[in-house]
């Protein structure tokens, strides 16, 4: 296999994103990364928190809570782990780093299942959304394969006892712990999953498993058109509707722009799911000597219409994170044919080099109208 680091060359198999760091959480590795899916992707970086990539004769600390979340995340984002030890001579490993080892051979397996022949939720393959979710709480999600379960990985736990988090529009049918088999309560409306009355909670990944069935709350676009103010040839606004996720929308780097959605006829219109091409991280960074910044939208207004002509005032005006997987831009229950998303700025900035040729371009790979539940 042929790897690049830091850079995605297409004759590679591969790019390597190495010891990337400063990130909220800390743990959450795939911020920085700049590759969409399916493209293979991993994460490289050390077990030991300090020290050199080889064995240099101490025995360096292990952070057990980082080095689980950005398993767990990397996971969350289908980006493989390559994680480097320090073997000393005669191949054993510094004391810490074999205590970890020890550590996570009792650790994986109770949620092994949420793992293996899984992908990455919120994004390509569907899936809840992942990210910050109420009172503190952070994580991702992974589907499996080829069935509709998910898992809900809750690495840093909220204030409260329970999780809340975008529902995507899947429908759940159950949730359980995956580690201890308990069946849980669970809450679904407004667009949302909560996850009722947890009591155990995980030092490092509690994980539920959550049934689907299908995705009612999400309009088939399949009758839908879209238009924008701008787009880059071979990158036409078309590509938010035709129901594949690797077209995408393309502004040509030009701001402000804005796509309109024609849904067809009136329709109930609750909020939009907006997923953005994963080509720079979420934040201003220095890599390697190159500067990095979020190519993400910013600042945005949407406007609705019944006729595509008389649109009135802005029906939401905000900024939307800079964040990875998809992102919502609640509306109100309304009801409207036409939906236009002004785009006015995104949050790349001096930092991010003019040289890429689209250092300001927006990049949606779909945007769904969803109806209220």
Known sequence: M?????????IMDTVSNEQKTGMTPAYDY????????????????????????????????????????????????????????????????PPQQEAFNAFMAG????????????????YLYGGLQP??????????????????????????????????????????????DLRTGERMRFHQSGGHLTILGITRWDDYDTVFEVDTKGRPFVYDSSGFTATATSSRAGHPASALVDGGFRDYWDSDARLPVSVTLDLGRRRPVAYLAVNQREMSPTYARE???RREDSARIKDYRVY???????????????????????????????????????????????????????????????ASAIPSP
């Open 30 to 93: 795939p911020q920085a990364a700049f590759t969409p899916m399916p493209r293979l992707t991993e994460a490289d970086y050390k077990l030991p928190t300090t020290g050199d990539w080889w064995y240099d004769g101490r025995d360096h600390p292990v952070d057990v809570r980082l080095s689980t979340g950005r398993y767990i995340t990397n996971a969350g984002s289908s980006m493989k782990s390559l994680m480097a030890e320090t073997p000393m001579v005669n191949g054993r490993f």
């Open 287 to 289: 890599s390697f000597g």
């Open 304 to 366: 609705v219409s019944d006729d595509g002509k008389r649109w009135g005032e802005p029906v939401r005006a905000a900024a939307l994170r800079s964040a990875r997987g998809v992102q919502f831009i609640d509306l109100g229950p309304r009801t409207a044919r036409h939906v236009r998303l002004e785009i006015l700025s995104t949050w790349s900035g001096p930092r991010r080099p003019a040289s890429t040729g689209s250092s300001r371009s927006t990049r949606s790979g779909s």
């Open 2 to 10: 042929l790897s690049n680091n830091n850079e995605d060359t297409p």
């Open 107 to 122: 650790w994986v397996p109770p949620i092994r299942a949420s793992l293996e022949r899984t992908e990455g939720g919120g």
């Open 131 to 176: 990210g910050f979710w109420n009172d503190g709480a952070h994580g991702v999600v992974t589907v499996a394969r080829g069935s509709g379960t998910q898992y809900v990985h809750v690495v840093t736990r909220p204030r409260t006892d329970f999780v809340r988090l975008r529902d995507n529009g899947h429908l759940v049918t159950g949730v359980r």
